[in-house]
Nanobody, 123 residues
Framework: QVQLEESGGGLVQPGGSLRLSCAASGSIFSINAMGWYRQTPGKQRGLVAGITSGDNPKYADSVKGRFTISRDNAKNTVSLQMNSLKPEDTAVYYC?????????????????WGQGTQVTVSS
C-alpha cells in the first residue's frame, strides 16, 4: 500500500498564499504521477495540478498562473504553492499518486489518495 500524508492547509485571506505538501510512503516501486485534486460539497473531485515523474506539470485553467506544483522524486513528495488565493479556491484538497507497489515479487499499480486537507479563503 501507499500512504499519503498531507500538510499545509488552513485559513487565509483573499490574495494570500498557502503551500500544501504531501509525502508518500510504503512499499513503493515507482510513482508515475502525483498531483492535487479538490472537492467542494455537492461537486465532484477535480484536478487542480498534476506532475509526472518527468516533471511535466499540468494545471486546471482556473489556477494557471497562480499555483505551482513541484515534485521531489527522490523523496516521493509533491508540493503545491498557491498564490493569489480566491474565495472560490476554498475546498478540501487531496493528494493523489499513481503508483506501483511491490508485494513480494508481485507489482501492483493503482491510484492512492490522501485524507484531504481543508483550504479556506475568506476575509
Amino acid at each position: 500500500q501507499v500512504q499519503l500524508e498531507e500538510s499545509g492547509g488552513g485559513l487565509v485571506q483573499p490574495g494570500g498564499s498557502l503551500r500544501l505538501s504531501c509525502a508518500a510512503s510504503g512499499s513503493i516501486f515507482s510513482i508515475n504521477a502525483m498531483g492535487w485534486y479538490r472537492q467542494t460539497p455537492g461537486k465532484q473531485r477535480g484536478l487542480v495540478a498534476g506532475i509526472t515523474s518527468g516533471d511535466n506539470p499540468k494545471y486546471a485553467d482556473s489556477v494557471k498562473g497562480r499555483f505551482t506544483i513541484s515534485r521531489d522524486n527522490a523523496k516521493n513528495t509533491v508540493s503545491l504553492q498557491m498564490n493569489s488565493l480566491k474565495p472560490e479556491d476554498t475546498a478540501v484538497y487531496y493528494c493523489h499518486a499513481d503508483a506501483t507497489i511491490t508485494y513480494g515479487s508481485i507489482r501492483y499499480s493503482g491510484d492512492y489518495w490522501g485524507q484531504g486537507t481543508q483550504v479556506t479563503v475568506s476575509s
